[in-house]
């Protein structure tokens, strides 16, 4: 049997992801943009839900989905933990609000650990638990970065300290049964199969920015099941994407689809429906499946992307040991 070095693998892969993209957008595209949502009436069907008495969580808070999953979960009556990097964006967000719930906003950089770490532990030590965990913050980088705790910077963003934060509060008690964690993904995860080798590459010639954002999101559809597998059913844990939404991560590292799509991007109060829907109406888990505007939607659209319970440990083996470096 031949071996394919780490090269060729590659070449395979972005063959694949092409193939895979042409299929995608070809046959589900129409479903993520904004007509999608529109022809559903989704706008004229709001989630009709009482959050009061629960605290939520909600990370990347600061600007677009995050930020309106934040406004809605507190102008539903929840109270909301936001957390962001920039202090002053959560403070301009926190003076913003009108609605009978409240927000507390916490300042961290969510692609470094030992913050993600710090943050838990401070929470811990308040005794603050937590009904829903929204782990939204997603970046795509063009541009190769390494974190001074030697990781990539759009892996440990978007996938490892999702894994370190929820980790850590299990760990805690903070979140309790009954709860819900939901996971940020996106559909381009349904480009590429679950790549664990490939999720940290800290070599830059190796770095392609919109492969690894593809791959982190495929990770995180992975993580979701192997966590009810391990945590279930007292905690849920569900996956979802928002649509094509005209954020400000788009039209910095997206400008040629931005400016292609841009007439028929999603809002972002579009974009964290189906997460308010899930926080509300806490559907059963599905063994396979990504949830957008408010139903189940096929997790993949090619074979090649399909994996099996080994790589999916894997994945959760190599999380672990990455959490505890």
């Given at each position: 049997?031949?071996?394919?070095?780490?090269?060729?693998?590659?070449?395979?892969?972005?063959?694949?992801?092409?193939?895979?993209?042409?299929?995608?957008?070809?046959?589900?595209?129409?479903?993520f943009?904004?007509?999608?949502?529109?022809?559903?009436?989704?706008?004229?069907?709001?989630?009709?839900?009482?959050?009061?008495?629960?605290?939520?969580?909600?990370?990347?808070?600061?600007?677009?989905?995050?930020?309106?999953?934040?406004?809605?979960?507190?102008?539903?009556?929840?109270?909301?933990?936001?957390?962001?990097?920039?202090?002053?964006?959560?403070?301009?967000?926190?003076?913003?609000?009108?609605?009978?719930?409240?927000?507390?906003?916490?300042?961290?950089?969510?692609?470094?650990?030992?913050?993600?770490?710090?943050?838990?532990?401070?929470?811990?030590?308040?005794?603050?638990?937590?009904?829903?965990?929204?782990?939204?913050?997603?970046?795509?980088?063009?541009?190769?970065?390494?974190?001074?705790?030697?990781?990539?910077?759009?892996?440990?963003?978007?996938?490892l300290?999702?894994?370190?934060?929820?980790e850590?509060?299990?760990?805690?008690?903070?979140?309790?049964?009954?709860?819900?964690?939901?996971?940020?993904?996106?559909?381009g995860?349904y480009?590429?199969?679950?790549?664990?080798?490939?999720?940290?590459?800290?070599?830059?010639?190796?770095?392609?920015?919109?492969?690894?954002?593809?791959?982190?999101?495929?990770?995180?559809?992975?993580?979701?099941?192997?966590?009810?597998?391990?945590?279930?059913?007292?905690?849920?844990?569900?996956?979802?994407?928002?649509?094509?939404?005209?954020?400000?991560?788009?039209?910095?590292?997206?400008?040629?689809?931005?400016?292609?799509?841009?007439?028929?991007?999603?809002?972002?109060?579009?974009?964290?429906?189906?997460?308010?829907?899930?926080?509300?109406?806490?559907?059963?888990?599905?063994?396979?499946?990504?949830?957008?505007?408010?139903?189940?939607?096929?997790?993949?659209?090619?074979?090649?992307?399909?994996?099996?319970?080994?790589?999916?440990?894997?994945?959760?083996?190599?999380?672990?040991?990455?959490?505890?470096m």
């Amino acid at each position: 049997m031949r071996l394919h070095c780490q090269s060729e693998i590659e070449t395979i892969d972005m063959s694949n992801r092409l193939l895979t993209a042409v299929k995608f957008y070809l046959g589900f595209a129409p479903k993520f943009s904004r007509k999608g949502f529109e022809r559903l009436g989704l706008g004229e069907r709001q989630v009709e839900a009482d959050f009061s008495g629960q605290r939520w969580l909600v990370t990347g808070a600061s600007g677009g989905i995050g930020r309106e999953i934040v406004a809605q979960a507190v102008g539903r009556g929840a109270e909301v933990t936001a957390v962001a990097r920039s202090y002053a964006k959560l403070q301009s967000l926190a003076q913003e609000l009108d609605g009978p719930g409240e927000v507390e906003v916490r300042s961290a950089d969510l692609s470094l650990r030992r913050e993600i770490i710090h943050l838990a532990s401070v929470l811990r030590d308040e005794g603050a638990g937590f009904d829903v965990l929204v782990n939204n913050v997603g970046v795509l980088l063009k541009k190769h970065f390494i974190t001074d705790e030697g990781f990539e910077a759009s892996f440990a963003t978007n996938l490892l300290n999702h894994f370190v934060l929820t980790e850590e509060l299990l760990s805690d008690g903070l979140l309790a049964d009954g709860s819900i964690v939901i996971n940020m993904s996106s559909g381009g995860m349904y480009t590429t199969a679950l790549l664990p080798d490939q999720l940290n590459v800290t070599v830059p010639e190796r770095h392609d920015g919109v492969a690894a954002y593809a791959r982190h999101k495929r990770a995180q559809v992975e993580l979701t099941h192997a966590w009810n597998e391990q945590h279930g059913p007292g905690v849920t844990f569900q996956v979802m994407h928002p649509g094509w939404v005209d954020t400000d991560g788009v039209r910095t590292s997206l400008p040629g689809f931005r400016k292609l799509f841009g007439p028929v991007l999603r809002s972002a109060d579009q974009g964290a429906d189906t997460a308010i829907w899930l926080a509300a109406d806490r559907p059963p888990v599905a063994e396979e499946g990504i949830w957008l505007d408010r139903g189940l939607q096929p997790e993949h659209v090619a074979d090649h992307t399909r994996t099996d319970q080994g790589r999916r440990a894997e994945l959760m083996e190599k999380l672990e040991q990455w959490r505890h470096m």
